[in-house]
């Protein structure tokens, strides 16, 4: 079990379709992050909140809309996806930068498998 | 472009041998550098972390790092099956950010 609880853990959408993908942490963090990972690939930044606010948005399509409501909570909107875009997303969380030298661990939840029809 | 690069593997050896994983970057200026191990179908998992030079252990784990030779390693002692994972390294892109480079990971395979 990790402190970083993503849900939900399979979606199966339509490519009309609109889906929010939700993760949580109450470890304190205050960066957060999406990452979207393809089989036998390393992940891949897409998203890196910091203090709820979008730090780092790394060319992602429109189609896929990053929200932080609170400290808490990061959610991923999905609209109109393309068969490509089925992978694994991963939600990450860690300390933040905090102006030293070294970036702090990043605890991953346990992913969302998202297959787009 | 900044890289961090490993052997793709597979990396094999025998059960109660020791592993050793090498992963090199090519940013002078990085300063956090983390290991993840990722079973087939999970997420990754958090090993280990280092940021100063030498040797850090942590039960059957070590991670070694030459910021001069640019690179960093993770030793696995008494390698057991239940280690065989594809084990990530990632660094950190450097300056004001949280954000990482992924190595495309190696992946280990201990034969009982």
């Known amino acids: 079990d990790t402190e970083v609880t993503q849900t939900p853990k399979h979606l199966v959408m339509g490519m009309t379709n609109k889906k929010s993908l939700k993760c949580e942490q109450h470890?304190?963090?205050?960066?957060m992050y999406w990452y979207k990972q393809k089989a036998k690939k390393p992940p891949e930044l897409m998203f890196v909140?910091?203090?709820?606010?979008?730090?780092i948005n790394e060319s992602v399509p429109s189609r896929f809309s990053p929200e932080c409501p609170n400290s808490s909570l990061l959610n991923l909107h999905l609209h109109a996806l393309q068969p490509e875009d089925s992978a694994l997303y991963l939600c990450?969380?860690?300390?933040?930068?905090?102006?030293?030298?070294?970036?702090?661990?990043?605890?991953f939840g346990d992913g969302t498998r998202l297959s787009i029809l | 472009q900044k890289e961090v690069e490993q052997n793709s593997g597979p990396l094999s050896v025998p059960e109660g041998a020791i592993a050793s994983l090498n992963c090199t970057y090519s940013?002078?200026?990085?300063?956090?550098f983390f290991w993840y191990r990722q079973y087939s179908g999970k997420s990754p998992e958090l090993i280990m972390f280092?940021?100063?030079?030498g040797d850090k252990e942590d039960g059957r784990f070590t991670a070694q790092l030459n910021k001069a030779s640019q690179y960093v390693s993770l030793l696995i002692r008494d390698s057991q099956p239940s280690d065989s994972a594809t084990y990530l390294c990632?660094?950190?892109?450097?300056?004001?950010?949280?954000?990482?480079?992924f190595g495309t990971g190696t992946l280990l395979a201990v034969q009982p």
């Open positions: 990450a969380s860690s300390q933040d930068w905090a102006g030293g030298m070294s970036n702090q661990p990043q605890h």
């Open positions: 470890m304190g963090h205050r960066a």
């Open positions: 909140y910091s203090y709820e606010k979008l730090s």
């Open positions: 940013d002078r200026g990085s300063q956090s």
């Open positions: 280092i940021y100063s030079n």
């Open positions: 990632a660094v950190d892109y450097g300056g004001a950010t949280n954000k990482l480079i």
